[in-house]
Every structure is written in C-alpha cells, then in structure tokens.
C-alpha cells in the first residue's frame, strides 16, 4: 500500500477513527510496461521492504536470474525496519536515551550478532521458549537504570499500553484468502478480508507468545514482543525459519504469483503478461488486508480505548507496524 493513514477522534469519549489519504495503486503504474520495467518501477515506489516487494514482483513475472530469492539481503532489511524501531524511534518516544551506537553495530557488524544481542537482552537464555515466569523475571530485571537496554524498552512500552485496549486475534492469512481476493478481481462476490497478514503467526506458537496471549486475543504488547523476538533472530542469523511461511502459498498458487516474506509480514503480488507487456498487476500487502473493513488495523484501533495518551498510541502503531506513514491528529508517525 502507498499512501497515508490518519487516526482521529480518541477524545471526549469519541472512538478513534481510520482514514486513508493520497492512495496510490502501484500496480496500476505497472501496467503496460515490459516486466524488466515494471520491476525496476517496483523497487523505485516501495522504499520499506524493497528487497521482499522486488522478490516477490520478479517471481510473478517469471523474470530470468530473479528465480532464486536473495534471503540474506530480505533478512538484513528486515533486521533493519526492527533495528529502528526498538533501538531508535520507541526509545526516543518513551524518553529512554536512543541506542544509535547500537543501531550501527547491528546493522554494519554481522558477526557479532550473538554478542551484541546478549549486551541488549542481558541474558543468553532465548526470550521465545520462556514461560510466563521467566520472561517477568527478564522483564524485572530492566526495572533499574543499570538493567540491559531491551528489559528496560519493553517494560516501558508494557506501562504505556497498560489498559488501553487495541487487542486483536484472527487466523493467518492463508493461500486459499488470497485466491478468494484475486477472484474478486474477475468479479466474483467479495470475500471476508479479516486474515492476520503480520509477523504474528510465525511467532505464535513460542511457549513466551502462548504467555502473552490473552483469552484468543493478542495484545500490543505481544506484537511487540514478536518484533523483538524476530530483531533478535535476525541478529542471531537463525532467523531462516520465518521464510518457510512462504512455501505453502508458492506451492498453490503457481505462475503469476510472487510472495515475500518482508518486516510487515505477508506480500503477495499477482501479475498477468500478455504480448510481452503487464496487463494486470496486484500487490496484496500486509497493511492492504490489515486496513480491509474488519481487517486487523482498522479492528485495532476501534478497540483503542479513547483518552489514552499519545505514547500509548504511538506503542501500538510500533506493535501493528503499518507499511505506511500514519498521522495521529497533528502528529506524524513514519
């Protein structure tokens, strides 16, 4: 999705609304063009998770030398949107000292993944196979100043999105949803677009996730930890497994088709060719499905409780992690 989402209401008791601005259809723009063009225009037009779109379009088109996914550089972009968030912009947002120094280290020091990841959590001890008990006593121990940067994030962001609602559950978005949007496409009735696209079903089954969750709901803050828990897979170079989400919709859906695994989640774009030129091409983006009516975005913030305070609102758009610029009333969120 290309555009701007605008969040307002949230006062006086008033429910937040959802609005859309300046959309753009970016396969429209594709439209005509030869595949090699309508590439190099993909990779111009998405800024965020351009390695994962440039994929994805290269194997909708069937466009030779593009056939073999470059996972490593998918895997550093991802790193990089997680990086940013948690080390970066959710500090600054919640008053703690911005990790720039970090930031750089992750991003320009690979090897070290292990080590710096140990300095940021404070503990070897992988966060995912926690239980609930473990992870409040990983979490307690960023109660001080003195306590690892991570524990210390996150027990700030669970403070700030303490009671202000946004929780959401919905199945994974399957190969078969997808199949029922693009038949829409040709006319058919249109189908239910409530499919959770995100980074969340990778990380669901994790004994910490199960903790998390609440009555079949997942929180922010769980969302949250998911983010984390892929930053620090990514770092760790083990994060390979979140591409085997991939295989089932690349097993059904055959040509014309071309999925990604990017930062936000789930991409899927769905190119027709004819005489050598695109006719018709889709992008079904995390966000696409997630601002659908009833889709997991739009869900969220309905449930966002009004009054709540702007660092509360700026946690949760951390933890749902939109593919695009959101403003809350007067204050912008990249």
């Known amino acids: 999705m290309i555009g701007t989402i605008l969040l307002r209401g949230g006062q006086a008791g008033q429910p937040w609304q959802v609005q859309t601005h300046n959309v753009v259809d970016a396969g429209l723009l594709c439209a005509g063009l030869p595949p090699e063009q309508a590439l190099a225009l993909i990779g111009r037009v998405f800024g965020l998770c351009r390695v994962a779109h440039m994929a ?15 996972h490593a550089r998918m895997q550093d972009e991802i790193l990089q949107d997680h990086a940013l968030a948690l080390l970066v912009t959710l500090p600054a947002q919640l008053n703690l000292p911005p990790q720039r120094e ?7 020091d690979r090897q070290a993944g292990r080590a710096i990841a140990g300095e940021l ?3 070897n001890v992988s966060l995912a196979y926690m239980n609930a008990q473990a992870f409040e006593a990983w979490l307690a121990t960023g109660q001080t100043e003195n306590g690892a940067f991570l ?22 978005l399957t190969p078969q949803a997808v199949q029922a949007r693009l038949a829409h496409e040709q006319g058919q009735p249109v189908p239910a ?10 990380y669901a089954h994790y004994p910490v996730m199960q903790a998390l969750a609440e009555a079949g709901e997942v929180t ?5 930890v998911a983010r984390l828990l892929e930053f620090l897979a990514c770092l760790e170079g083990h994060a390979g497994g979140m591409f085997a989400r991939v295989n089932p919709f690349l097993a059904s859906m055959g040509a014309g088709f071309g999925v990604a695994r990017a930062a936000r989640g789930m991409l899927v774009h769905a190119v027709q060719v004819r005489n050598g030129l695109v006719t018709d091409y889709q992008i ?5 499905w997630h601002m659908a009516e009833g889709g997991l975005f739009r869900q969220a913030i309905s449930r966002l409780r009004p009054g709540c305070a702007k660092l509360s609102v700026e946690c949760v758009l951390a933890a749902l992690n ?3 610029p959101v403003t809350v009333g007067a204050t912008h969120h990249a």
């Open 284 to 288: 079904l983006s995390p966000t696409f």
């Open 121 to 123: 959590t404070g503990t």
């Open 220 to 224: 922010p803050f769980a969302r949250l």
């Open 193 to 202: 677009m409530a499919y959770d696209a995100s980074i969340w079903p990778d």
């Open 102 to 108: 970090s930031l750089c280290r992750v991003l320009q």
């Open 322 to 324: 939109p593919c695009v």
């Open 56 to 70: 994805a379009s290269a194997r909708a088109m069937g466009l030779a030398g593009h056939a073999v996914p470059d």
């Open 151 to 172: 524990p210390r994030l996150l027990n700030c962001c669970r403070s700030a999105l303490q009671g202000v609602g946004a929780a959401v559950g919905m199945a994974g």
